[in-house]
């Protein structure tokens, strides 16, 4: 019995070593698609409405389990962020458009004010996750930490 439980140890090591290799060549890229953005192209950006007038900033970029960029956190209101909201949207509620000089923005079919009475969201930090704003437990509107 003993020799069987070496020789499944010995297997399962040798599968994992071999897993770890084919792992590690398909994380690499040989090139970036042509078609990508960064994140800062998205956080920390000013978002605007129709009319061209700041509705709020990105505060946060949610991403699911999938990869894929699935909400944004907009604040909204305040004044050097005293009194800010920070609300929720699908990410495909923003839109990059080109402006003057072929200098892009990022553009919501809504305003202000419809932000500003939209269900609000606060970080927490013990949960390290955005929580309505009557549920979280810190009542800090710090940003997520990036080493998590």
Do not use: C
């Not at 599968?15 to 920390?44: C, H, I, Q």
């Not at 402006?99 to 079919?109: E, F, I, Q």
């Amino acid at each position: 019995m003993k020799s069987l439980a070496v020789l499944t140890a010995g297997t399962l090591i040798a599968s994992s070593a071999a897993f770890a290799v084919s792992a590690a060549r398909a994380d690499v890229m040989n090139e970036v698609p042509t078609s990508s953005l960064t994140v800062t192209d998205w956080y920390k950006q000013d978002v605007y409405d129709q009319s061209n007038i700041k509705v709020g900033e990105i505060m946060d970029v949610l991403v699911g389990e999938d990869g894929r960029i699935n909400a944004l956190i907009i604040g909204v209101g305040g004044f050097l962020g005293a009194g800010e909201k920070d609300v929720a949207v699908p990410f495909n509620a923003v839109q990059a458009k080109t402006k003057d000089n072929n200098k892009w923005h990022l553009v919501m079919s809504t305003t202000k004010d419809a932000l500003k009475s939209a269900k609000g969201f606060k970080y927490d930090r013990n949960a390290m996750t955005w929580m309505p704003e009557e549920s979280s437990t810190t009542g800090t509107n710090a940003p997520k930490p990036s080493n998590r």
